[in-house]
């Protein structure tokens, strides 16, 4: 995966600017455990601002800093967390050259933040950054990987831990605490009051055990995690910037929301194995398809889907419950980004919407799901 990043000689390209505009702008971790709450709507969503998303958003920044500096590129970051970016690079400048932002940047050169699987990684980690004891998470198995090791892993965690306190985190998010209370209200008003989760539950056809929606000042691209709790039931943790626009923003949520409900069909690809390798030729017309950070080709087949479905039925969600022509418009952009297929997911998706006494969840449809891609793949 290296070796393909040099091979774009990142540090002279166009792509170069976008993983660097990405870096800066993207969403960190999501939690084990639910921390910083700020407000609950109810007992299922929760929208909060998370201390170790925020301290991963400093890492990335100054990592961002460091990388800018280095490639000569002009900042382009506008907006809301202007001066919430300039407060971090301000306040922290001197700790850029720590051993915890070195190593962001390291794993930044290997993909880390073009899906937002940097927000994974906070699942490796508890409140006091510490590595969960036991607990095998896909993120922490990732970082293993990408550490070269665990106890690689374990220093990471231990530099964290250090970067925190050298520079007094703590105090930093207490200080921003009316500000992060501020954004989050304006996402709860905004998105959730008007029943958007809602409408994803029903789509899908189950409640999970909750719904954590982190509002991130930095992110702009959202990712979102499924964790299993004690009881093996399923909370979706989504991290999001701050909506300015406001259709798009459902629809992103939607997507994200989507993303915690694929796990059965990631699990029935799975079992595929090598047999999903014919699906590629269907796959690779999405643009950034080469750069999903996976090991293993089939690996990279079953997030193609993933993000396929995601789209296919946030674009859906929103035209059942909210707009057809917003709908459409967002799906003629998806389809752009590569994703030539949409139009007929949808229409496969639709024989799910009319048919839900036979597939009362979307789980139920996801042997449908694979036959479509099988048959595209055969035509
Ligand atoms: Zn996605």
């Given at each position: 995966?290296?070796?393909?990043?040099?091979?774009?000689?990142?540090?002279?390209?166009?792509?170069?600017?976008y993983?660097?505009?990405?870096?800066?702008l993207?969403?960190?971790?999501?939690?084990?455990?639910?921390?910083?709450?700020?407000?609950?709507?109810?007992?299922?969503v929760?929208?909060?601002?998370?201390?170790?998303?925020e301290?991963?958003?400093?890492l990335?920044?100054?990592a961002?800093?460091?990388?800018?500096?280095?490639?000569?590129?002009t900042?382009?970051?506008?907006?809301?967390?202007?001066?919430?970016?300039?407060?971090?690079?301000v306040?922290?400048?001197?700790?850029?050259?720590h051993?915890?932002?070195?190593?962001?940047?390291?794993?930044f050169?290997?993909?880390?933040?073009?899906?937002g699987?940097?927000?994974?990684?906070a699942?490796?980690f508890?409140?006091?950054f510490?590595?969960?004891?036991?607990?095998?998470?896909?993120?922490?198995?990732?970082?293993?990987?990408?550490?070269?090791?665990?106890?690689?892993?374990?220093a990471?965690?231990?530099?964290?831990?250090?970067?925190s306190?050298?520079?007094?985190f703590?105090?930093?998010f207490?200080?921003?605490s009316?500000?992060?209370?501020?954004?989050?209200?304006?996402?709860?008003?905004?998105?959730?009051?008007?029943g958007?989760?809602e409408?994803?539950?029903?789509y899908?056809?189950?409640?999970?055990n909750?719904?954590?929606?982190?509002?991130?000042?930095?992110?702009?691209?959202?990712?979102?995690?499924?964790?299993?709790?004690?009881n093996?039931?399923?909370?979706?943790?989504?991290?999001?910037?701050?909506?300015?626009?406001d259709h798009?923003?459902?629809?992103?949520?939607?997507?994200?929301?989507?993303?915690?409900?694929?796990?059965?069909?990631?699990?029935?690809?799975?079992?595929?194995?090598?047999?999903l390798?014919?699906?590629?030729?269907?796959?690779?017309?999405i643009?950034?398809?080469?750069?999903?950070?996976?090991?293993?080709?089939e690996?990279?087949?079953?997030?193609?889907?993933?993000?396929?479905?995601?789209h296919?039925?946030?674009?859906?969600?929103?035209?059942?419950?909210?707009?057809?022509?917003?709908?459409?418009?967002?799906?003629?952009?998806?389809k752009?980004?590569?994703?030539?297929?949409?139009?007929e997911?949808?229409?496969?998706?639709?024989e799910?919407?009319?048919?839900?006494?036979?597939?009362p969840?979307?789980?139920?449809f996801?042997?449908?799901?694979?036959r479509?891609?099988e048959?595209?793949?055969e035509s």
């Amino acid at each position: 995966m290296f070796d393909y990043l040099k091979k774009l000689s990142l540090f002279n390209s166009k792509a170069f600017y976008y993983l660097v505009l990405l870096l800066v702008l993207t969403v960190s971790l999501t939690a084990c455990t639910t921390n910083n709450a700020t407000y609950v709507n109810n007992e299922k969503v929760k929208v909060f601002a998370d201390k170790r998303v925020e301290l991963f958003c400093v890492l990335q920044a100054l990592a961002a800093y460091n990388l800018r500096v280095q490639s000569g590129q002009t900042r382009n970051v506008k907006g809301v967390y202007e001066n919430y970016l300039s407060d971090i690079e301000v306040s922290f400048y001197n700790h850029k050259n720590h051993p915890a932002v070195q190593k962001i940047q390291m794993l930044f050169g290997q993909y880390l933040l073009i899906d937002g699987n940097v927000g994974s990684y906070a699942t490796a980690f508890n409140d006091e950054f510490k590595l969960h004891q036991g607990l095998s998470t896909e993120a922490a198995n990732n970082l293993v990987l990408r550490l070269g090791g665990e106890e690689q892993l374990a220093a990471f965690s231990q530099d964290i831990i250090d970067f925190s306190e050298i520079i007094d985190f703590e105090s930093f998010f207490e200080k921003h605490s009316s500000y992060y209370d501020e954004q989050t209200k304006n996402v709860e008003r905004k998105f959730i009051d008007k029943g958007n989760v809602e409408h994803a539950i029903n789509y899908f056809g189950k409640e999970l055990n909750s719904y954590n929606i982190i509002i991130s000042p930095m992110s702009r691209v959202m990712s979102s995690r499924k964790l299993e709790n004690d009881n093996g039931e399923l909370d979706a943790y989504i991290v999001m910037g701050i909506p300015r626009v406001d259709h798009n923003w459902q629809i992103v949520l939607f997507h994200e929301i989507a993303h915690a409900y694929t796990g059965q069909l990631s699990t029935t690809l799975a079992e595929k194995g090598e047999e999903l390798l014919k699906l590629v030729p269907t796959l690779e017309t999405i643009n950034d398809y080469p750069y999903y950070p996976v090991q293993t080709e089939e690996a990279r087949v079953i997030r193609a889907i993933d993000e396929y479905i995601a789209h296919a039925s946030s674009f859906r969600i929103m035209a059942l419950n909210i707009s057809k022509s917003q709908s459409k418009n967002y799906m003629n952009k998806v389809k752009k980004l590569g994703f030539v297929h949409l139009e007929e997911l949808g229409d496969k998706l639709m024989e799910y919407e009319s048919n839900r006494d036979e597939y009362p969840t979307f789980d139920d449809f996801v042997p449908e799901i694979i036959r479509f891609f099988e048959q595209l793949a055969e035509s």
